[in-house]
């Protein structure tokens, strides 16, 4: 009998101020039985806080939030996250899919570019991804 495939339990926590997108990013979570949803916010100061105190193994992350300040936004905080939390996945998960910003988060640390209105199913197969 061949040893089953060990799998690790992954927590997300999702960075994005759209309610739509995260009910959108809830219902998959909750469809898959290694991830667990470590907690959500909509602006830069709140997920910081969220992501220290919870630990996740990967952020779900928006470029533009609308209520943060205007000087900052997701890419600042794939800088911070890189330098406190090394090994977290960062998943953008955006609008904003021009090359110039595709490239901007891949260089900062991003692990994954995603593009709402094409790539949002493929959401599910990073995070199962993760499992192993």
Do not use: W
């Amino acid at each position: 009998m061949l040893p089953s495939a060990q799998t690790k339990n992954v927590s997300v926590f999702i960075v994005e101020d759209s309610p739509i997108v995260v009910e959108r990013l809830e219902n998959i979570i909750k469809d898959l039985p290694s991830i667990k949803l470590a907690g959500k916010a909509a602006t830069i100061e709140s997920a910081l806080m969220g992501i220290n105190m919870t630990h996740p193994t990967a952020v779900i992350l928006d470029i533009h939030l609308k209520d943060d300040a205007p000087d900052h936004n997701g890419i600042d905080l794939i800088q911070i996250l890189r330098k406190s939390s090394p090994n977290l996945v960062i998943i953008m998960l955006t609008n904003m899919s021009s090359s110039k910003y595709k490239e901007k988060c891949l260089q900062l640390g991003a692990n994954f570019f995603l593009d709402k209105s094409i790539d949002f199913t493929n959401i599910a197969d990073i995070l199962e991804s993760l499992t192993y």
